[in-house]
């Protein structure tokens, strides 16, 4: 992870052939159209890979417990 991880989307408007992306923490930025859909593809492609990654965390099972230590 870099920086802080924002739970808030971006807003996003398009002007005068270029598309504007307004975010929590001062995030702004401008973008071509084609620079914005190879974006948004990157964006969809990484959101799904994170979470997977997500999901596998929240139900990784505990295997490093010694087995001595369980009392059944």
Known sequence: M???VH???CDVASENG???INGSGG???SMTPAAAKQTGSRLLECAARAAEQEAAIDV???TDIPPDTISL
């Open 7 to 9: 739970h808030e989307p």
């Open 27 to 29: 995030l702004v930025s």
């Open 18 to 20: 270029e598309v504007m």
């Open 60 to 62: 990784a099972p505990v």
């Open 2 to 4: 870099v920086g802080i």
